[in-house]
């Protein structure tokens, strides 16, 4: 059963415009969102987070949205850029009590930046 | 900051011999460390995770005695793939997460892309 899902593959924009990530998940536990961004061969690079106390989450040209009630999240870069080319990972943490905190990951999108 | 290295990064291996791969955390103490495998086009799959100084947690469907996981300092952890196989070749990624006050976010390794043949 996946928790977290991320239901577009692939995502092609031009560059300048917004880019619009989805993700939704299903674990009403789960209270800390992550977007990672993942080049091929190398590993996930953190972007931005989100606790499950907010809405918005905003850094620089990265905006993350979270709708509890939907439980739904997007993350939205605002201008697309070509090296935004890229996979990015929407993942989750639950909220178990144990001091592991693992992370739940979606399946991923690819992102595409037209220049 | 927040800087985690693996090596090697890629490895060609023979079947049924073994494959060490190291995780080390440059910049910070890694309270826990995570490992994780990711077949072409899938998502991240969590192996095991381990905390300093005990034993690994393994997640279910993950052969412990076949991924032996060692977090022996704050800095660095190993999984040994034990007698490998072919259907083992993937990349596997650590991750490290330092805790209060760094955070809960993971900081990830670029990768180890395993081959065996």
């Known amino acids: 059963d996946q928790q977290v899902k991320q239901n577009s593959p692939s995502l092609s924009v031009q560059e300048g415009r917004i880019s619009i990530l989805n993700c939704d998940y299903t674990n009403s536990m789960f209270d800390y969102f992550l977007w990672y961004k993942k080049y091929p061969a190398e590993g996930p690079t953190f972007l931005i987070s989100?606790?499950?106390?907010?809405d918005k989450n905003e850094d620089g040209r990265f905006t993350v949205f979270l709708n509890k009630s939907a439980k739904h999240l997007s993350l939205h870069i605002v201008p697309s850029q070509p090296g935004d080319s890229a996979v990015y990972f929407c993942a989750a943490r639950g909220n178990s009590g144990g001091s592991n905190y693992k992370l739940t990951f979606g399946k991923g999108t690819l992102l595409t930046v037209n220049p | 900051g927040a800087v985690v290295s693996q090596h090697p990064s890629w490895v060609i291996c023979k079947s049924g011999t073994s494959v060490k791969i190291e995780c080390r955390s440059l910049?910070?103490?890694?309270?826990?460390m995570f490992w994780y495998r990711q077949f072409p086009k899938q998502s991240l799959m969590l192996m095991a995770t381990?905390?300093?100084?005990?034993?690994?947690?393994?997640e279910q469907g993950v052969e412990k005695d076949k991924f032996l996981i060692n977090h022996a300092s704050l800095t660095l952890s190993t999984l040994t793939v034990t007698s490998a196989h072919p259907e083992d070749s993937s990349f596997y990624i650590c991750?490290?997460?330092?805790?209060?006050?760094?955070?809960?976010?993971?900081?990830f390794g670029p990768g180890t892309r395993l081959t065996v043949t």
């Open positions: 991750s490290a997460r330092g805790g209060v006050p760094r955070g809960y976010e993971q900081y």
């Open positions: 910049d910070f103490q890694a309270t826990t």
């Open positions: 989100i606790s499950s106390i907010k």
């Open positions: 381990s905390n300093e100084g005990s034993k690994a947690t393994y």
